[in-house]
């Protein structure tokens, strides 16, 4: 028999239920305080670095975002992309199975609601939150950097602070749904949990260091010959490198947040010709330079829930 009424319907319904659920609820609460700590401790102690060497950079803002001030060993893209998909995995572990646990899918179903609504209602709801987050992680930072700067920033600097939120929310959005398609996979939270965390190590400690360079060398041969090195080895490496969400997200914020950034692959001398190097991009080429990375990470983002929703489809549900 066909269903009457679109699959979506109450969808907007379970995303209002699971959004307030999501911003009232204690591991909400905790996020939010790590948000804070991290924000207040990174911009602050970039702030101090910068007003100790102003007038060197012209786009101060986007030194706040990229520079490793000291004492603290990392910059706050790095803490970024740490903290965003462990933010996002947190959400997403349990968005499923937890309905299983309960006792509680069945009787959801029941009502006039289709898997399709429940499915994107959780997910929707799940990525506003994870957004809020991130949103309220980079106005606390520009907040202080504009208190302890004393200047706001320029319209390039804010359109590409912009830009690199709304990857940074799409990075996020990967490991949410790949939290989401394990809280489908699996009845147990904790084994959802540690499948999306093993997921994201595999990427962001063994890919690029280990996995990558053996599946490149099988393919293209050693990274160098007799006539030097491997072009072919090179373009290889360059295309497994960039399956890792982790590598996308960390050339976005390079090509963005890096103004003088003209490529994001290998160059050759003979195109380096008249280039004048050292020069910042405008916002618009740094943006044509990241378009297909972007899409890259939204396209991830869809193609991992659509996996979720295929394999929710199939689930026997029983009370």
Same mark, same amino acid.
Not at 37 to 46: D, E, G, M, N, Y
């Given at each position: 028999?066909?269903?009457?009424?679109?699959?979506?319907?109450?969808?907007?319904?379970?995303?209002?239920?699971? +959004?307030?659920?999501?911003?009232?609820?204690?591991?909400?609460?905790?996020?939010?305080?790590?948000?804070?700590?991290? +924000?207040?401790? @990174?911009?602050?102690?970039?702030?101090?670095?910068?007003?100790?060497?102003?007038?060197?950079?012209?786009?101060?803002?986007?030194? @706040?975002? =990229?520079?490793?001030?000291?004492?603290?060993? $990392?910059?706050?893209?790095?803490?970024?992309?740490?903290?965003?998909?462990?933010?996002?995995?947190? @959400?997403?572990?349990?968005?499923?199975?937890?309905?299983?646990?309960?006792? &509680?899918?069945?009787?959801?179903?029941?009502?006039?609601?289709?898997?399709?609504?429940?499915?994107?209602?959780?997910?929707?709801?799940?990525?506003?939150?994870?957004?809020?987050?991130?949103?309220?992680?980079?106005?606390?930072?520009?907040?202080?950097?504009?208190?302890?700067?004393?200047?706001?920033?320029?319209? #390039?600097?804010?359109?590409?602070?912009?830009? $690199?939120?709304?990857? &940074?929310?799409?990075?996020?959005? *990967?490991?949410?749904?790949?939290? $989401?398609?394990?809280?489908?996979?699996?009845?147990?939270?904790?084994?959802?949990?540690?499948?999306?965390?093993?997921?994201?190590?595999?990427?962001?400690?063994?890919?690029?260091?280990?996995?990558?360079?053996? *599946?490149?060398? @099988?393919?293209?041969?050693?990274?160098?010959?007799?006539?030097?090195?491997?072009?072919?080895?090179?373009? &290889?490496?360059?295309?497994?490198?960039?399956?890792?969400?982790?590598?996308?997200?960390? #050339?976005?914020?390079?090509?963005?947040?890096?103004?003088? =950034?003209? =490529?994001?692959?290998?160059?050759?001398?003979?195109?380096?010709?008249?280039?004048?190097?050292?020069?910042?991009?405008?916002? &618009?080429?740094?943006?044509?330079?990241?378009?297909?990375?972007? =899409?890259?990470?939204?396209?991830?983002?869809?193609?991992?829930?659509?996996?979720?929703?295929?394999?929710?489809?199939?689930?026997?549900?029983?009370?």
């Amino acid at each position: 028999m066909r269903r009457s009424g679109s699959p979506f319907t109450g969808a907007a319904i379970v995303l209002a239920k699971e +959004a307030a659920d999501q911003l009232s609820g204690v591991r909400m609460v905790v996020i939010e305080a790590l948000v804070f700590l991290i +924000a207040l401790v @990174l911009a602050w102690f970039s702030t101090t670095t910068i007003r100790e060497s102003i007038g060197q950079s012209p786009f101060l803002f986007l030194r @706040l975002l =990229t520079m490793a001030p000291e004492p603290i060993p $990392f910059s706050f893209i790095d803490t970024v992309g740490l903290v965003a998909p462990i933010i996002a995995i947190a @959400l997403g572990f349990d968005a499923v199975n937890a309905e299983f646990n309960q006792r &509680t899918l069945s009787r959801i179903l029941a009502q006039p609601i289709y898997r399709d609504a429940l499915l994107l209602g959780k997910f929707l709801a799940r990525l506003l939150a994870l957004s809020i987050a991130l949103l309220s992680l980079w106005l606390l930072v520009l907040g202080v950097g504009f208190l302890r700067l004393g200047l706001p920033p320029s319209g #390039e600097e804010l359109i590409r602070m912009l830009g $690199f939120l709304v990857a &940074t929310i799409a990075y996020g959005g *990967v490991w949410l749904a790949a939290a $989401f398609l394990f809280s489908i996979l699996f009845r147990a939270p904790a084994t959802a949990a540690l499948a999306a965390l093993g997921l994201w190590l595999v990427f962001s400690f063994f890919w690029s260091l280990i996995i990558r360079p053996l *599946v490149a060398t @099988l393919i293209a041969g050693p990274p160098e010959d007799i006539f030097g090195p491997n072009l072919a080895y090179i373009q &290889t490496s360059q295309v497994l490198d960039r399956i890792s969400p982790n590598t996308l997200y960390a #050339e976005i914020a390079l090509a963005l947040l890096q103004p003088a =950034t003209r =490529t994001l692959g290998p160059v050759f001398i003979s195109q380096l010709r008249g280039a004048l190097l050292g020069a910042p991009l405008p916002a &618009t080429q740094s943006f044509i330079l990241v378009w297909p990375q972007l =899409t890259g990470l939204i396209a991830a983002m869809i193609l991992i829930f659509a996996a979720g929703y295929i394999v929710f489809q199939r689930q026997e549900i029983r009370a």
